[in-house]
């Protein structure tokens, strides 16, 4: 699969931009990193009892368990392959990351490079809510699977 920056070479996640420089975000891109390992329960640490966590417009998955269960419901039909950050900024617990997800349909063995924007809350060393915004529609489309129901 060819990377995101060979059709946007705006795209480069090895700039300075995309290092993290706090505590906070380094929390956050180890967690993105661990994303790949399909494995709810490897994620389950980082996340505070009442952590949030939403896909736009997909509704809200509310508390760590719910959160879990939602990753794993995710996993069972996509494989996070690799995320490409590039462009990361926080202030005062909020990460802000841009960044390009490699995904894999399982069920129809589709890969794609989806571009997201996403926000993480942190507090305490712990994730307590965590949105990304991406297009649903073109996810679905060029994965030919259905997410909303």
Known sequence: MSSYRDAHPWANEK?????????DERLVLAFFADLSSGDP??????????AMYQNMPLPPA????A???????????????????????????FVFTERVDYLTALP????????????????????????DYFDLREFEEAVDLPLRQ
């Open 62 to 65: 509310h508390g760590a368990e």
């Open 67 to 93: 959160v879990l269960a939602t990753l794993g419901a995710l996993f069972s039909v996509m494989s996070m392959d690799s995320i490409e950050t590039l462009y990361l900024a926080s202030r005062d617990g």
């Open 41 to 50: 329960e490897k994620l389950a640490p980082y996340f505070a009892p009442d």
């Open 108 to 131: 129809t063995g589709k890969s794609f490079a989806l571009p997201v924007t996403g926000v993480t809350r942190v507090v305490d060393g712990k994730i307590t809510a965590w949105r």
């Open 15 to 23: 700039t300075e931009a995309a290092a993290a420089v706090s505590d």
